[in-house]
């Protein structure tokens, strides 16, 4: 059984950073390469939305244009451990953020991305809260 447990959520001013991490564990070395490893994020009254994607068997990163250029994620295969670095914060990236992995390659963007996207995923942490102030 997968396990995901996230951490470095907490509260920060605007145009600052944060760096997530979520540590996984369950796998087996050789499955862990073949995983679609996500961030998700949730503010009160909205939907779940993804924000970073990579497929541990290749490195492959994805991202909306909502999180480009401000949003990286990354993984440390030696620690099962995946990363969220997030700069430039604003307001409106304040939300409840969840790990997610996948089984395989990674949807498609529009599919990773898009309103259901989030539904693709079949493991789950428990969030860490982020919150920006202005």
């Known amino acids: 059984q997968v396990q995901l447990v996230e951490s470095g959520g907490g509260s920060v001013q605007a145009g600052g950073s944060l760096r997530l991490s979520c540590a996984a564990s369950?796998?087996?070395?050789?499955?862990?390469?073949?995983?679609?490893m996500g961030w998700f994020r949730q503010a009160p009254g909205k939907e779940r939305e993804g924000v970073a994607a990579?497929?541990?068997?290749?490195?492959?990163?994805y991202y909306p244009d909502s999180v480009k250029g401000r949003f990286t994620i990354s993984q440390d295969n030696a620690k099962n451990t995946l990363y969220l670095l997030m700069n430039s914060l604003k307001p409106e990236d304040t939300a409840m953020y969840y790990c997610?992995?996948?089984?395989?390659?990674?949807?498609?963007?529009?599919?990773?991305?898009?309103?259901?996207?989030?539904?693709?995923?079949?493991?789950w942490g428990r969030g860490t809260q982020v919150t920006v102030s202005s």
């Open positions: 369950g796998y087996t070395y050789s499955r862990y390469s073949r995983y679609c």
């Open positions: 990579i497929y541990t068997g290749g490195g492959n990163t």
């Open positions: 997610a992995a996948l089984g395989g390659s990674c949807p498609s963007i529009s599919i990773t991305f898009g309103r259901v996207g989030f539904t693709r995923f079949t493991y």
